[in-house]
């Protein structure tokens, strides 16, 4: 699927949510240069989730915003994008408190739900309600 310029940056980074989803999921391969074992998984999710992921959550909070007043269509898709966000944010907390295996594969389908809906649903929403002058401004939002 082609993304306009403004929105590839996003799109590069849900690649490592996609590979933080696999590693996540129970009974999932072991993937190169990521944790095999549950308690090496649940603190690379963790610190994940408190450094690279709260940071690309505030860029699409900066998107969410521009977009949101567009279309009917933009605003349902982001409020179910904001509520799986909330979900996402619970799980993490309860990882961080419990270590269970249980929650990280939680963590690991809503997060791929959630990146699958953004690339295949929000972006491209946005790339037919938005004119080209509105999308060229988003790189402008996210930097």
């Not at 996609?18 to 090496?40: C, Q, W």
């Not at 739900?113 to 996210?142: C, G, M, P, W, Y």
Request: charged share 25%.
């Amino acid at each position: 699927m082609k993304r306009h310029d403004s929105l590839v940056l996003l799109s590069r980074f849900h690649r490592s949510c996609l590979f933080l989803a696999l590693i996540a999921k129970e009974n999932s391969p072991e993937v190169k240069g990521y944790p095999t074992d549950i308690l090496g998984k649940i603190d690379y999710a963790i610190s994940f989730y408190d450094g690279p992921l709260k940071k690309h959550f505030e860029l699409e909070e900066r998107l969410w915003n521009y977009i949101s007043n567009r279309s009917n269509e933009l605003k349902t898709i982001i409020d179910e994008l904001t509520a799986e966000r909330i979900q996402l944010h619970e799980l993490f907390i309860a990882l961080s408190m419990n270590n269970s295996e249980s929650t990280l594969n939680q963590i690991g389908n809503l997060l791929e739900t959630h990146v699958r809906k953004e690339e295949r649903v929000l972006f491209q929403q946005i790339q037919n309600d938005l004119t080209e002058k509105e999308l060229s401004h988003i790189a402008t939002i996210l930097s």
